[in-house]
């Protein structure tokens, strides 16, 4: 609800929840590039893959200039946020020849924004009774893969004279999970039940990145993961 919300009822149920896909119940969010190149003289492959997700799950009641007035029923307020990433980059740049030139470059970059909050906001005016007050909220940031990254980046290069590869896989997120009863003024009493106010976060947050280079001349990899 916003600001300015007037609210007379028995009691109040807000609930922001994923939805059920064939038992699915997560977001997936997939961005993948490839690319490969073979020459005789030169070879050079190139691969960038972004991913840029915004996402809020806000099931919020009041702040100011709202009043909430409950009659005996019960506070229930929940909400999830569940999430599953991959960004990957993939390049190999290959080639023939003694003074042949290889070179492939991989970069995966992902910029996330992740935001679970629930409750009754300050400065809300809340009177009346009610007979238990819950709220829950549960989000997860995990790697589309058990056991992999968030971005990944890999460039591979052969050349019979010079090999050159280079992966970067950065990560930005900004997560927050957070459940909440604010600061406010009223009559409001609890006439039995039970307060509970949690905030549950699982994130596993990888970065991966690998260059490989060969070549009978000069090869050179490089990879910087952050």
Do not use: C, W
């Not at 009691?11 to 997560?26: A, I, R």
């Not at 980059?89 to 679970?116: E, H, M, P, Q, R």
């Amino acid at each position: 609800a916003v600001s300015g919300t007037d609210a007379t009822a028995d009691g109040l149920t807000l609930s922001s929840v994923m939805k059920n896909v064939g038992g699915d119940t997560t977001h997936t969010h997939l961005a993948k590039a490839s690319s490969g190149a073979g020459g005789g003289d030169t070879g050079i492959a190139g691969s960038f893959a972004l991913s840029v997700v915004h996402s809020d799950t806000t099931p919020v009641f009041g702040g100011t200039g709202s009043t909430l007035t409950l009659n005996g029923g019960s506070v229930d307020i929940d909400g999830q946020s569940l999430s599953k990433h991959q960004v990957l980059a993939s390049a190999k740049g290959l080639s023939k020849g003694s003074s042949s030139t290889g070179v492939g470059a991989g970069i995966a970059l992902a910029v996330l924004f992740d935001t679970a909050d629930g409750g009754i906001a300050d400065n809300t005016v809340m009177n009346g009774t009610a007979n238990g007050v819950a709220v829950d909220m549960v989000s997860s940031f995990l790697p589309e893969e058990t056991d992999g990254a968030i971005s990944e980046a890999q460039a591979g290069s052969s050349g019979g004279g010079t090999s050159v590869s280079g992966a970067v896989a950065i990560t930005y997120a900004e997560i927050s999970t957070d459940a909440r009863i604010g600061t406010g003024t009223g009559t409001f009493t609890m006439t039995g039940g039970t307060l509970s106010v949690t905030a549950d976060h699982t994130a596993e947050i990888v970065t991966k990145a690998d260059g490989e280079a060969d070549g009978t001349g000069t090869a050179v990899g490089a990879s910087d993961a952050i």
